[in-house]
């Protein structure tokens, strides 16, 4: 599975940024998806996920409210659609994957995702 994550730039505080991260392969439906985020200095850190069918997406406390994850899994692409943003928002973003045989399962863990894509860089001015 190769992942190529996109959609990452520059934008002020309360602004708003869609990432999509496509995925290769015929197998994209079968696949639990997230995204996660690397500021400085910092861990790298949950911030959404979402099962193979679209639903039960799961968020990070930070950007609980403000990010919606989705997919098409038509267009092997899933989205993170980030508004409100703010300066502690600013990191690399990274999509992530991985196969499950469970339907409708969701993974949070950075240690339970296989593929990972490249990262864009997301950086949010005050």
């Known amino acids: 599975v190769q992942l190529q994550a996109s959609g990452g730039g520059l934008v002020q505080a309360g602004g708003s940024l869609r990432l999509s991260c496509a995925a290769s392969?015929?197998?994209?439906?079968?696949?639990?998806m997230g995204w996660f985020r690397q500021a400085p200095g910092k861990e790298r850190e949950f911030v959404a996920a979402i099962s193979q069918s679209g639903g039960y997406p799961k968020y990070g406390d930070a950007v609980q409210g403000r990010f919606t994850i989705s997919r098409d899994n038509a267009k092997n692409t899933v989205y993170l659609q980030m508004n409100s943003l703010k300066p502690e928002d600013t990191a690399v973003y990274y999509c992530a994957a991985e196969f499950s045989s469970y339907i409708n399962a969701v993974k949070i863990q950075r240690h339970e995702y296989s593929y990972w894509g490249q990262g864009t860089q997301v950086t949010v001015s005050s």
């Open positions: 392969g015929r197998i994209f439906s079968s696949l639990i």
